[in-house]
């Protein structure tokens, strides 16, 4: 390779390493990290009271099971059975997870954190159950409303519209009671939760937060250039 070439070349690392110190430093982050953090931004905050914002009240829940001959329950026998299920659960792992420190004293940290996951699997699967019947409940709408508006030209609808509507809103209907029920079941997690941790039960949040003292050594390492 010739000295013009590997000159060329070194310019161009050179560059290039520039640039990527340039952008570090004004705060831009590549365009895998942009969107991970973007995504991250819009994702919904999962919470008990979100999925119950989207279920049906108490009153459609028993049109629902009355028009549409579907399976019926009581939600606060569900929720204490739950509730009974998971401080079996927590009881039976307390000697396992609960463990003595050096000076004596208990840590039951472990404990907190399967319990923490337990019950967020419980509000995950509430929520998500919640938002597909929210789905299905628009589709439904949507299918109905264009019945409505064709069946005036065609009795049975366009392309057997009538019946993709019916069968959309029963669809919808069945999951609506589903995710009612798993708020409920939830709902009692949560109290089980709170009754063996002390504190009500939160969405995990990863912090991004640094002391002081990180915060410190990161500029002067700017500062060296490092």
Do not use: C
């Amino acid at each position: 390779m010739s000295n013009a070439t590997n000159t060329m070349t070194a310019a161009l690392a050179s560059a290039q390493e520039k640039k990527a110190a340039s952008k570090a430093k004004s705060g831009q982050k590549a365009p895998a990290a942009r969107r991970f953090e973007e995504a991250a931004r819009r994702a919904p905050v999962i919470t008990i009271e979100a999925a119950e914002a989207l279920i049906p009240v108490p009153d459609q829940i028993t049109k629902i099971v009355s028009h549409f001959g579907l399976e019926d329950f009581d939600a606060d026998a569900l929720a204490e059975t739950a509730r009974q299920a998971f401080t079996v659960i927590a009881r039976s792992l307390s000697p396992v997870l609960v463990v003595t420190t050096w000076n004596g004293e208990q840590n039951d940290k472990g404990l907190e954190m399967h319990l923490q996951r337990m019950a967020g699997a419980a509000v995950a699967s509430a929520f998500g159950a919640a938002q597909f019947y929210d789905a299905k409940r628009a589709q439904a709408r949507e299918l109905s409303s264009q019945f409505n508006e064709y069946r005036e030209e065609d009795r049975m609808g366009v392309d057997g519209l009538e019946n993709r509507a019916a069968n959309a809103r029963r669809f919808a209907a069945e999951q609506g009671i589903k995710a009612a029920a798993l708020v409920a079941s939830a709902r009692g997690v949560l109290a089980a939760y709170e009754d063996m941790i002390g504190t009500p039960w939160k969405p995990y949040t990863a912090s991004n937060a640094r002391t002081i003292d990180q915060r410190a050594a990161a500029a002067e390492m700017d500062a060296l250039g490092f």
